[in-house]
């Protein structure tokens, strides 16, 4: 879960804010950081935040990775609760990387870019 809250946030502080800026609604970003002034102290504070949201989903996926082949139990209904618990494990990490990934393009990749004008 801490996996899912770093990269949620790392959203919030860098993805969405330059996301909203890029297609024109900067009024918006006022708006929410009006509404929420965390925001501003999660941007100041991008780099760290990063880091703790990458440790995360790096030892979520190396935790999910170890368990890979672990075997479920014998017992029918928790056999079926323990692979119904794996397909949510796995989308709640395979979200978190998306997230994350977003994250990291608009907050380091995408104002190196847009400051050369390619995009």
Not at 17 to 31: C, H, K, Q
Not at 45 to 54: D, S, T, V
Request: aromatic share 12%.
């Amino acid at each position: 879960m801490l996996a899912l809250f770093g990269s949620f946030s790392t959203l919030l502080c860098c993805a969405l804010p330059a996301l909203l800026v890029s297609i024109g609604a900067g009024a918006a970003v006022i708006g929410l950081v009006s509404a929420v002034p965390q925001l501003v102290w999660l941007s100041e504070h991008k780099i760290p935040l990063f880091i703790f949201a990458g440790v995360m989903i790096a030892l979520s996926g190396l935790l999910r990775w170890s368990n890979l082949n672990a075997t479920c139990p014998a017992d029918p209904e928790q056999a079926k609760a323990c692979r119904r618990l794996r397909r949510v494990s796995a989308w709640i990490f395979y979200f978190s990387l998306t997230m994350y990934t977003t994250g990291v393009f608009f907050a380091f990749i995408a104002p190196p870019l847009m400051r050369m004008d390619i995009l």
